[in-house]
Nanobody, 123 residues
């Protein structure tokens, strides 16, 4: 059974930092081949992609709203992906979800989600 377990969310003041972790288990294939992403969903808004990393060697991609403030990284040996969030703003408040997707050469496509971690930025 595949599990993605997020941790590290919480309440932080504007300008503060948090690090989210997502520990994966139960994958049919090596964790290293999965594209790992962080999404977020604020109340009343659609879920949006925050950051994505294809492999440890691949260049991460970020939403424009978080560029320069957030950093995604992965530790394939620990089957874990991280999201370091610095200089947090109230508009970063959302539930953050971890996502894992198989590469295009693996069929059928497999797409997994974590349960979400609440991040609240408020003074």
């Amino acid at each position: 059974q595949v599990q993605l377990v997020e941790s590290g969310g919480g309440l932080v003041q504007p300008g503060g930092s948090l690090r989210l972790s997502c520990a994966a288990s139960g994958f049919a294939f090596s964790f290293s081949i999965y594209t790992m992403s962080w999404y977020r969903q604020a109340p009343g808004k659609e879920r949006e992609l925050v950051a994505e990393i294809i492999s440890a060697a691949g260049r991460p991609t970020y939403a424009d709203s978080v560029k320069g403030r957030f950093t995604i990284s992965r530790d394939n040996a620990k089957s874990t992906v991280y999201l370091q969030m610095n200089n947090l703003k109230p508009e970063d408040t959302a539930v953050y979800f971890c996502n894992a997707v198989t590469p295009r050469y693996v069929l059928p496509k497999r797409d997994y989600w974590g349960q979400g971690a609440q991040v609240t930025v408020s003074s």
